[in-house]
């Protein structure tokens, strides 16, 4: 019992264990890998370390510390799917990444592999083998293109699986509900589609 309350007497301590403890929840959550978690907390303890934490929310810098951690390691997890699971702002998650990446002299954000964004959105989406395939096919000759550059690898993802739903005689995936689960929202896929559309011929393609 003693060694208990001594071991967390110090300030810095109990916050990294209350921040520990925090990380636990999020984990099954989020369903984030025992890696991720590793990481995230690293980051974590070192921001502490830094004094980055002093005057800042745990859960601000423990949420960005998540999100740096899931972009290093290619696990594709929006600012939006941390935010609702961490009730932090995606504005202040994006605002605290900067900083950590700035004060702690990290690499720079890795880009998200579009294909892994494919497989996410239509797992989530329980679509079969052959319509994911299609998605893939379409997506690994847009970037042979170049045309998701800059953008938004899960927008672009999900306007391919609008497009390939499109496709099917029967469609039971509305642009909504795809929009939903890659988490952005339907004029962002109304949008890239349109964009794709005009750049490609995507009929040509599925």
């Given amino acids: 019992i003693w060694e208990q309350r001594t071991r967390y007497i110090n300030p810095k301590n109990r916050n990294l264990k209350y921040a520990f403890n925090k ?28 004094g980055l934490v002093q005057g800042r929310t745990t859960e601000g ?8 951690a899931c972009k290093e390691l290619e ?3 929006t600012l939006k799917e941390i935010s609702d699971m961490t009730d932090v702002k ?16 990290l690499k720079p954000i890795p880009v998200i592999d579009p294909i892994k964004c494919i497989i996410k959105i239509a797992n989530n989406l329980k679509l079969d083998e052959k319509t994911k395939h299609k998605a893939i096919k379409i997506m690994k000759e847009i970037m042979k293109e170049e045309i998701h550059v800059g953008k938004n690898p899960l927008s672009i993802a999900a306007s391919i699986i609008y497009a390939v739903c499109k496709t099917k005689e029967e469609n039971d995936k509305t642009q909504l509900e795809i929009a939903n689960f890659a988490d952005i929202s339907s004029v ?16 040509q393609m599925i």
Avoid: C, M, W
């Avoid at 978690?37 to 303890?45: D, I, P, T």
């Avoid at 995606?90 to 900083?99: A, D, G």
């Avoid at 962002?188 to 009929?203: A, G, M, P, T």
């Fill in 90 to 105: 995606i504005k202040s998650i994006s605002k605290y990444s900067r900083l950590l990446i700035f004060e702690l002299d």
């Fill in 61 to 68: 810098i423990l949420s960005a510390a998540i999100y740096l």
């Fill in 188 to 203: 962002v896929v109304r949008e890239r589609y349109n964009d794709l559309i005009d750049k490609v011929n995507l009929q």
């Fill in 23 to 50: 990380l636990n929840n999020i984990k099954h959550k989020l369903g984030l890998s025992n890696v991720i978690v590793e990481k995230s907390f690293y980051l974590y303890r070192k921001a502490s370390s830094s």
């Fill in 75 to 77: 696990t594709p997890k």
